[in-house]
């Protein structure tokens, strides 16, 4: 039997740095009571494993313009490529389609890379799908996913109320932070952040050089914004060595300040704690995403883009989302592939992704992660084949819950809309049913008028300059403003929307791109003239 030993008192233990050696110690000796068993309390690393990457593969279309599918019950006629009626009939559910058949069509184009939904692109969006490749089925069915959240935050009134788009699935929210928490995939990471803001920070991140700067008293948003891919778990092992040396530096002196002695002792402990949170939240994230893949069928040493893997990888964008993108974020630092695919470490939080892309408020990330859970668990729930769905049902029964109860409800909500609806130029002249109140009297007598070919200045639409005011029209998405000149000078009013640009800007919605109306642009103006 081994001695013990009593290591918080052993010579040269407090200048440990390790974060693994230390967790090593901190609790690994336990197992050392007889049993033979060693808990080392981190993830021990394996051999390097590999998300999926390169091209979707391309596969051969079916036959579908012989129209045979349509002698199915509900059959979808959308109006336009018959192929995507095609993958409905054939693909998705009676009562599924029966919801799509419920709506005006919403139109779909072939995406150039991917898919997405671009909620600015004609009068409830419109949908990018994928054809030819092996992901069609998923992509179509994931991305009308988010149109109908859009098209119902509409109808229901629920976009105006929390002014933004596809505000449907807000919903989900309460029941999916729950069951996150629950999972382990949510927690506290408040002293993270309270630490740095209150001792700023200042190291190198990588052997290459480059270092983590900003100074004490700034905002999680600043702190995000300085961040890029794989900092935040970069900074999260060097906050872990950090709170053990600002221990050490309050102890190590003549005579210490029991205040100050205390409060490092709390830091440390809470910091501990949530390094621990973190560690356990790449377990559990682990097991789940194999005991996911194994009900699919896949073998991650030999695995390609097929739609089981589209299927898993959807399901781990979930479990990401959970997480705020850190799941991604700790795999890019440390090469431990946790994920076979995600939206990447910035998509559900503030931090820089690629080409400096970010969210720029933490609420533009919480919209990431509601519209994704979203249209995961639609495209799931649209699928004759109910194996992925029966997956999600069983890791997250309370959400599922929800989702279907919210369904459910969208068979029932009034539609009262104008035509044409398949269109994919948006039509700025037709009025939106569903917001009667932007066409009320008290816009008739504005000096001003949005919208139209020409005017005296243009307004970026969409982009991540929208809400950019220039004198000369700079895309066709621009939106034209002319101004009645015995009321309002084009040149003074230059100024004044350069002056009011940032409030315009503020009103940008959309997921993959974002975008601003026209009534935006009067929104802004009438609350400047008002206040006046």
Partial sequence: MR?????????????????????????????????????????????????????????????????KHYNVVNPVRLGGDEYWDYIFNTHATPEARALVNKYPPIPIVVASAGGKFASHEGIYGTVHARKGTTHDIGTLFHEYGHALDHMMGELTGANDTFQERLAYSRGLVPDFMKEGERMGLIFDDSVYWEYIKENGLDFKLTTRGRRYHIAKGHTRQEMEAKMTRGDHWRIMEYLLKK????????????KPDPVKVAKAESMKKRMEKLYDQHINRVKVAKKMLIDVEKALGL???????????????????????????????????????????????????????????????????????????????????????????????????QTEKKFASLLKAGYNIPVNTPEPFNQTIFNEEIPVAAEPEKFANPRM?????????EGDLYIQRIGTNAGRVTKSRTSVNDIAISFDKSKLLPDYAYYLLMHLQPKIQAKARGTAQQGIRKSDIDDVLIEYFRNA
Wanted: glycine share 10%; aromatic share 10%; proline share 6%.
């Fill in 445 to 453: 007598d504005l000096p001003w008028k949005t919208g139209g070919k």
């Fill in 299 to 397: 073998d991650r040493d030999n695995i390609s883009w097929n739609l089981q893997a589209y299927q898993a990888g959807s399901i781990a964008d979930i479990i990401d989302a959970l997480s705020g993108g850190e799941l991604y974020d700790y795999q890019v630092a440390t090469r431990d592939m946790v994920l076979i695919s995600g939206h990447g470490s910035s998509y559900f939080a503030m931090r820089q992704g690629k080409r400096g892309i970010r969210n720029h408020r933490q609420e533009q990330a919480d919209l990431s992660k509601r519209v994704e859970i979203w249209a995961q668990f639609f495209q799931f729930n649209m699928m004759q084949d109910k194996t992925p769905y029966n997956i999600l049902k069983k890791l997250m029964p």
């Fill in 3 to 67: 001695k013990c030993i009593d290591l918080e008192n052993h010579p040269g233990f407090e200048q440990i740095q390790s974060p693994v050696l230390l967790q090593a110690i901190d609790r690994g000796l336990a197992g050392f009571s007889g049993t033979g068993v060693v808990d080392w309390g981190y993830i021990p690393p394996g051999p390097p494993t590999k998300p999926i990457r390169g091209k979707v593969p391309k596969q051969k279309l079916p036959d579908y313009k012989n129209g």
């Fill in 243 to 254: 709170v053990k040396t600002d221990l050490q530096n309050v102890q190590n002196v003549s």
